[in-house]
């Protein structure tokens, strides 16, 4: 039984007196959730990789695996995460074992745990880039290159500029994983707690008044639109099938146990479905928005859809540069773009500290500090593959390419399929219509047809038509 429970990170500060060890209300557990799951995945990475795979065509298959796919494998996860009660990467071989099933389900925990010292490593980098944004939005940078004649090729530029300084990326990755860290090694969240109750809402009026202003200034926002929502078939490769389901994984935050975390301390009686809908939804609302304030830029801007990894930061700028009071905005902007960053690599690194917690004799501190560690040396890697170790490649693929590759496109849907599996087949029946309580028989049975038919054949079919 889950009585090897130890104060648990997350939900401690907001515990409930009388249980301990559960969020004190489901909005909570939705916020970090939403926290966890709205990141950098949203805002830089959903834009590039749709002006990477051609747009419109793109955005509605990750639509649909988010949908099909992403909700049914996130309430799953949430659902073990409940169900469980240890440490999440130990969940899946503990809940096997007193069901009456092989201890080796928890390769799941395995895999998870492998994923998030590999995500952590490079997300921390990019996170590192907001922060350096944010020094340039104080420190005058980009207000000079909003100055410049091509304001566009002055943001690019900087962007160049910023990758090709070891001491920067590598200064930049350390203080979040130094912040991170501290955090998740304190285990009390009340300041990050009160910042992600005003982070969400204000990333989203940011990006709001982004869209906005994109609309009304660019004049090309209706190409915008165009390109995101209008399909072309054509343009579409089973390659860009596997980064649409990848991301769909990543921008969820699930298929390596984050959101088990979570799950694990969100009352029993809190409805999983109808959480999960409204994670997602929110997560890929914020996507959708980013997608919308970046493209009319881009395309009025003469740039390039498809400019790769520093398309938000190149873009926005321009904008930022051209609207009254538009340097507070930026500030403001990196800000938040910073601290929804810090909320998901807490929940990268929570399942990792809570497992050497759980198994070993370090504390909190010391776990985080050692896992932490870690992940920070491989992350140095990651800086310097923009840099110095540029043209050390695998693949095709420098360091950091290989991690975000192996990790969102592979890694990630692997879990994903194993937790549907295991959810749709192996939890005993009774005990996943007892967590479902709230859905309804007739969403029950959709959701079991999703984790039993759909997730499983969908992913395998990407993988056998992707990957090979
Ligand atoms: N979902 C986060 C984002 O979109 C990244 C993340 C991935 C967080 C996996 C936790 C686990 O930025």
Redesign the pocket.
């Known amino acids: 039984m889950a009585t090897n429970i130890k104060a648990p990170g997350i939900g401690a500060s907001q515990a409930s007196d009388t249980s301990g060890n559960q969020w004190s209300s489901r909005l909570t557990f939705i916020l970090a959730a939403v926290g966890?799951?709205?990141?950098?995945?949203?805002v830089w990475?959903f834009p590039y990789i749709v002006g990477e795979n051609g747009g419109g065509a793109f955005v509605l298959v990750y639509l649909l695996c988010i949908a099909l796919i992403g909700v049914p494998v996130l309430t799953a996860e949430i659902l073990a995460g409940r169900r469980g009660g240890a440490s999440p990467i130990r969940s899946f071989g503990i809940m096997a074992e007193r069901d009456g099933h092989s201890p080796n389900w928890q390769v799941i925990g395995w895999l998870g745990g492998l994923c998030a010292f590999l995500?952590l490593s490079f997300?921390s980098v990019v996170a590192g880039w907001a922060l350096a944004y944010l020094g340039y939005a104080v420190g005058g940078d980009l207000s000079a290159a909003g100055g410049a004649d091509d304001v566009g090729a002055a943001m690019g530029t900087l962007f160049e500029t910023l990758l090709a300084s070891p001491a920067a990326l590598v200064g930049g990755h350390t203080v979040v994983m130094a912040i991170t860290i501290l955090i998740v090694a304190s285990g009390v969240r009340g300041g990050l707690e009160k910042a992600i109750r005003w982070m969400v809402p204000g990333i989203f009026a940011i990006l709001a008044g982004l869209v906005i202003y994109a609309a009304m200034a660019s004049g090309e926002f209706g190409r915008a639109a165009h390109f995101m929502f209008a399909p072309d078939f054509s343009a579409l490769s089973w390659d860009a099938v596997l980064v649409a389901l990848g991301h769909a994984f990543?921008?969820?935050?699930i298929g390596?146990t984050?959101m088990m975390a979570y799950g694990a301390h969100l009352q029993k009686d809190a409805p999983l479905g109808s959480s999960a809908v409204a994670i997602a939804g929110l997560?890929t609302l914020v996507a959708l928005m980013a997608g919308l304030a970046i493209f009319p830029i881009v395309f009025a801007a003469g740039l390039e859809p498809a400019a790769g990894p520093g398309l938000v930061f190149v873009t926005l700028p321009i904008a930022f540069a051209d609207i009254p009071g538009g340097m507070i905005v930026a500030t403001l902007f990196f800000l938040f773009l910073a601290v929804a960053?810090l909320s998901?690599t807490i929940?990268?690194l929570e399942p990792v500290v809570e497992y050497i917690e759980e198994r070993t004799p370090l504390t909190r501190k010391g776990a985080a500090v050692a896992s932490g560690g870690a992940i920070w040396l491989l992350g140095i890697g990651c800086a310097l593959s923009f840099n110095i170790a540029g043209d050390m490649r695998l693949w095709d693929r420098n360091l950091f390419d290989l991690l975000d590759f192996t990790t969102s496109a592979i890694l990630?849907p692997l879990g994903g399929l194993l937790i549907a599996l295991y959810v749709g087949y192996v939890l005993p029946e009774r005990a996943v219509q007892a967590e479902l309580a709230g859905i309804g028989p007739r969403g029950y049975a959709v959701l079991r047809g999703l984790l039993r038919y759909v997730a499983p054949l969908g992913i395998a079919t990407v993988f056998v038509y992707g990957l090979v």
């Open positions: 966890s799951a709205v990141g950098l995945g949203n990475k995500i997300y990543f921008t969820l935050s390596m984050a997560d960053a998901s929940s990268v990630l």
